[in-house]
């Protein structure tokens, strides 16, 4: 009996089910993944899953002292990134579970955090209005290890999403106060300036609380409180579309559109 075994399920101690070992349905299994996910990720504890083996723990990472808001892996799938309520960034070793490094600067709840792909850098998007980028390359010759590189500023109320674009020379913001922005974090541009703002997209009615790249960089997707996702072109090269302009909007949600990709 479905119904039985669901009420069953422990929820409370989830930890005892060193895997899912249960012979549940597909549909509970996914239930109990996304409760630890929602519910436990107010505990400030990140699990760790083995897609391919029945949704087995493999581990629990420990160490911020409030919320987690986001988290992500980088490309090689060593490493995680957390951000939390507590202020901190965190970058863990997912072999281990060890916190390998804490990024401290922001001064108010951390939102959005994400490696660019050669996983050498790490933005972060805080509540406190700005967008920081930090250096984990222990090879760099430049900066220090777990220095804050770049604080990016312009954002008039909370950052709520933060991503590179994949040869990770731009940045791309989203806001409360409606806006999209966009960043160059190239070094080495002859057009812009390092940190400089290169780009507002406005047509957002609400607070912006996704964005995105695609992965050539040309388009921008983005999701916001006015129930709307708005496709916006980037690409400066375009024949069709204007630089900055909003190409697409999809209507049909019927509340707030949290998260776009």
Known sequence: NTSELE???DYENLNKYKQFDLELPTNYKHKLCNHLKENKKNECLKYVYNCHNNYKLLKTLKGHTDRVRSFGFNHDGTKIVSGSDDKTIRVW???????????????????????NHDCTKIVSGSYDNTIRVWNVDEKSDIYQYSECILTL????SYVNSVGFNHNGTKIVSGSSDETIRVWNVDEESDIYQYGE???ILEDHTDGVTSVGFNHDGTKIVSGSHDKTIRVWNVDVKSDIYQYGECILTLKGHTSYVNSVG
């Open 197 to 199: 703002c290169i780009l």
């Open 153 to 156: 500023k312009g954002h008039t």
């Open 7 to 9: 009420n069953n399920i």
């Open 93 to 115: 070793n997912v072999d281990t579970g060890e916190c390998i490094v804490t990024l401290e600067g922001h001064t108010y709840d951390i939102s959005s955090v994400g490696f």
